[in-house]
């Protein structure tokens, strides 16, 4: 297969040609990477789903190194987590520009992430643990996994409900619930559906519930683009994606910054989880009147 022209290709691979529903980190470092290494692919016969599995592979890789717990070695867990939320775009941007979309690679791609977050999750909490043995080093790591898995799906919930607005990226429900088309369809992927309901179905819903409460009882149909297409919703929510979050760990990793990093995760990023929820409720719902 012929390589298409790398800037036509770059805007192929793109979610959405509005910037502002994308993490800062994504439109301007990681997603041109993720296009250059989409372009280099494109004729073989590499499919998005093996891209995913070794972007999984860097992210258990980082969690490995992370456990051995020598300065070098947190080093390059930093190297590999950006690997890793590099071939998590790359994955995505080839399926689009090859039109290789399946529900198999949305459910894989969720529960990969799912699993490099408890691996690396644990091995830096252990290994902050070892430094600083003290209940607090567990319970910081523990509450810094869950901050970052909420903070992710807020993210998803309102990059997806803007997209499902302008009628792009539709394989991804808001929320997922088995219908009858999907028990009738992919048996693989009803399986892989499953087990993402199982890890991220009351997470869909929490996110849901925050929405109602940010709207304050007042919306209708009609509301949709005020609500879910406000830019500076977009840009708040933005600075919590996974691109953001991996960027950050790795930051401090190359820092030897472990315990700083949990600090960071639990104060700094849900200040910014909570002035976005904020923004909708106090800001934002005034337009709903």
Same mark, same amino acid.
């Given at each position: 297969?012929?390589?298409?022209?790398? =800037?036509?290709?770059?805007?192929?691979?793109?979610?959405?040609? +509005?910037?502002?529903?994308?993490?800062?980190?994504?439109?301007?470092?990681?997603?041109?990477? +993720?296009?250059? #290494?989409?372009?280099?692919? !494109?004729?073989?016969?590499?499919?998005?789903?093996?891209?995913?599995?070794?972007?999984? *592979?860097?992210?258990?890789? +980082? +969690? !490995?190194? !992370?456990?051995?717990?020598?300065?070098?070695?947190?080093? #390059?867990?930093?190297?590999?987590?950006?690997?890793?939320?590099?071939?998590?775009?790359?994955? /995505?941007?080839?399926?689009?520009?090859?039109? &290789? @979309?399946?529900?198999?690679?949305?459910?894989?791609?969720?529960?990969?992430?799912?699993?490099?977050?408890? $691996?690396?999750?644990?091995?830096?909490?252990?290994?902050?643990?070892?430094?600083?043995? $003290?209940?607090?080093? =567990?319970?910081?790591?523990?509450?810094?996994?869950?901050?970052?898995?909420?903070?992710?799906?807020?993210?998803?919930?309102?990059?997806?409900?803007?997209?499902?607005?302008?009628?792009? @990226? *539709?394989?991804?429900?808001?929320?997922?619930?088995? $219908?009858?088309?999907?028990?009738?369809?992919?048996?693989?992927? &009803?399986?892989?559906?499953?087990?993402? #309901?199982? =890890?991220?179905?009351?997470?869909?819903?929490?996110?849901?519930?925050?929405? $109602?409460?940010?709207?304050?009882?007042?919306?209708?149909?009609?509301?949709?683009?005020?609500?879910?297409?406000?830019?500076?919703? =977009?840009?708040?929510?933005?600075?919590? /994606?996974?691109?953001?979050?991996?960027?950050?760990?790795?930051?401090?990793?190359?820092?030897?910054?472990?315990?700083? @990093?949990?600090? &960071?995760?639990?104060?700094?990023?849900?200040? #910014?989880?909570?002035?976005?929820?904020? !923004?909708?409720? *106090?800001?934002?719902?005034?337009?709903?009147?």
């Amino acid at each position: 297969m012929p390589r298409p022209n790398p =800037l036509i290709l770059f805007k192929q691979s793109l979610k959405s040609d +509005a910037k502002y529903a994308d993490e800062l980190i994504n439109i301007y470092l990681l997603r041109p990477v +993720a296009s250059m #290494i989409v372009w280099l692919i !494109y004729p073989t016969r590499i499919t998005p789903n093996q891209v995913t599995m070794t972007a999984i *592979i860097f992210g258990v890789a +980082a +969690a !490995y190194c !992370y456990s051995i717990g020598s300065p070098c070695a947190i080093a #390059i867990a930093g190297i590999l987590i950006v690997l890793k939320d590099l071939f998590d775009d790359t994955d /995505g941007q080839l399926a689009r520009a090859k039109n &290789l @979309y399946s529900r198999r690679g949305r459910f894989l791609d969720s529960i990969g992430d799912f699993i490099v977050d408890v $691996t690396v999750f644990s091995a830096i909490t252990m290994e902050v643990y070892r430094l600083h043995p $003290t209940p607090w080093a =567990l319970l910081a790591g523990f509450l810094s996994f869950w901050s970052t898995t909420l903070r992710v799906s807020y993210h998803v919930f309102y990059q997806v409900s803007y997209f499902h607005l302008e009628e792009q @990226y *539709i394989l991804n429900r808001v929320t997922e619930e088995v $219908t009858e088309k999907d028990r009738e369809g992919d048996h693989i992927a &009803l399986g892989l559906q499953k087990i993402f #309901i199982l =890890l991220y179905g009351w997470q869909d819903r929490f996110m849901v519930r925050i929405d $109602t409460w940010c709207k304050s009882g007042r919306f209708d149909a009609r509301l949709a683009p005020t609500w879910y297409a406000d830019r500076f919703g =977009l840009r708040l929510s933005g600075l919590l /994606g996974f691109g953001t979050e991996f960027t950050l760990l790795a930051i401090f990793s190359w820092m030897n910054e472990l315990l700083l @990093y949990l600090i &960071l995760n639990l104060f700094a990023m849900n200040g #910014i989880w909570l002035i976005s929820i904020l !923004y909708r409720r *106090i800001v934002l719902a005034r337009n709903l009147r």
